[in-house]
T-cell receptor
Framework: DADVTQTPRNRITKTGKRIMLECSQTKGHDRMYWYRQDPGLGLRLIYYSFDVKDINKGEISDGYSVSRQAQAKFSLSLESAIPNQTALYFC?????????????FGPGTRLLVL | GENVEQHPSTLSVQEGDSAVIKCTYSDSASNYFPWYKQELGKRPQLIIDIRSNVGEKKDQRIAVTLNKTAKHFSLHITETQPEDSAVYFCAASITGGFKTIFGAGTRLFVKA
């Protein structure tokens, strides 16, 4: 089945370290997103990309950067991790031409910054 | 900016009872309203959605209602079962647009 996958699934890092979270999809969708989930705050958009040449900031992009290496791959980087970035991170895809605005989420990456 | 408020944050019901979760959105241009269910340790998944050209949509035990004038929409679950226990997120977006705004989530507990 076509899917969205994320690596790693869990990560512990220290303050000041650079870390990359990776997302791959076999759905053939052009649109990809990165969200973070915090208790009581729902899902907040960090970055989104409509195709390989398109990168856009979401509502909470400070401290993060992204790379769209191919249609199927979208990576999120924390240049210098801080404890406030401890959260559950989800990658998602969508394709308005085939499945409307439905977001298909990956399994999530749980990040702990010490 | 755009905002979606969701209430309650926690809801506990007895098995067989109904559950209602309510959301309010701020952007009057929003015309697509999905609901996602996130089971413990799992990813959010779409369970039902509604577009602004209809007022109600049903799918077996779940239904959504939309009041565009008041900018309210609600999720109704009837005959709740333990497997309905999860976090539910409402969201609002614009067809073809780039951004989906999520509510903060409602943790539903269904007691057997």
């Amino acid at each position: 089945d076509a899917d969205v996958t994320q690596t790693p699934r869990n990560r512990i890092t220290k303050t000041g370290k650079r870390i990359m979270l990776e997302c791959s999809q076999t759905k053939g969708h052009d649109r990809m997103y990165w969200y973070r989930q915090d208790p009581g705050l729902g899902l907040r958009l960090i970055y989104y990309s409509f195709d390989v040449k398109d990168i856009n900031k979401g509502e909470i992009s400070d401290g993060y950067s992204v790379s769209r290496q191919a249609q199927a791959k979208f990576s999120l980087s924390l240049e210098s991790a801080i404890p406030n970035q401890t959260a559950l991170y989800f990658c998602a895809t969508s394709d308005p031409s085939t499945s409307g605005e439905t977001q298909y989420f990956g399994p999530g990456t749980r990040l702990l910054v010490l | 900016g755009e905002n979606v408020e969701q209430h309650p944050s926690t809801l506990s019901v007895q098995e067989g009872d109904s559950a209602v979760i309510k959301c309010t959105y701020s952007d009057s241009a929003s015309n697509y309203f999905p609901w996602y269910k996130q089971e413990l340790g799992k990813r959010p998944q779409l369970i039902i959605d509604i577009r602004s050209n209809v007022g109600e949509k049903k799918d077996q035990r779940i239904a959504v209602t939309l009041n565009k004038t008041a900018k309210h929409f609600s999720l109704h679950i009837t005959e709740t079962q333990p497997e309905d226990s999860a976090v539910y997120f409402c969201a609002a977006s614009i067809t073809g647009g780039f951004k989906t705004i999520f509510g903060a989530g409602t943790r539903l507990f269904v007691k057997a």
